[in-house]
């Protein structure tokens, strides 16, 4: 029982930048490891960015890496997505992820939890 709450979503012009925010509640000492995942009308989720919570290992998809930096504030039990140089097809709905457990971090069928995503807009 994980509860996921993006923030940080908005409007943003070509090249600028933006921070998302996801802040898990509940049973949170499960939680192995937190992703990132877009979804753009008409296309696939995508994969984005994921850390092992319990020694910060970060993986980004291809499309992000080198731009997007994921982060986590164990204090707070939040993680963050940096997004800099956003281009227009960054635009999406950002999606916040829990596993429970170890394995494979790229797909979205091994999360366990989601949130209600947070809408991203790049304008050109």
């Known amino acids: 029982q994980v509860q996921l709450v993006e923030s940080g979503g908005g409007l943003v012009q070509a090249g600028g930048s933006l921070r998302l925010s996801c802040a898990a509640s509940?049973?949170?000492?499960?939680?192995?490891?937190m992703g990132w995942f877009r979804q753009a009308p008409g296309k696939e989720r995508e994969f984005v960015a994921a850390?092992?919570?319990?020694?910060?290992?970060?993986f980004y998809g291809d499309s992000v890496k080198g731009r997007f930096t994921i982060s986590r504030d164990n204090a707070k039990n939040t993680v963050y997505l940096q997004m800099n140089s956003l281009k227009p097809e960054d635009t999406a709905v950002y999606y916040c992820?829990?596993?429970?457990?170890?394995?494979?971090?790229?797909?979205?069928?091994?999360?366990?939890?989601w949130g209600q995503g947070t809408q991203v807009t790049v304008s050109s």
């Open positions: 850390l092992v919570w319990s020694v910060g290992y970060t």
């Open positions: 992820a829990a596993k429970s457990g170890p394995g494979t971090l790229r797909y979205r069928a091994a999360y366990d939890y």
């Open positions: 509940g049973r949170t000492f499960s939680t192995y490891a």
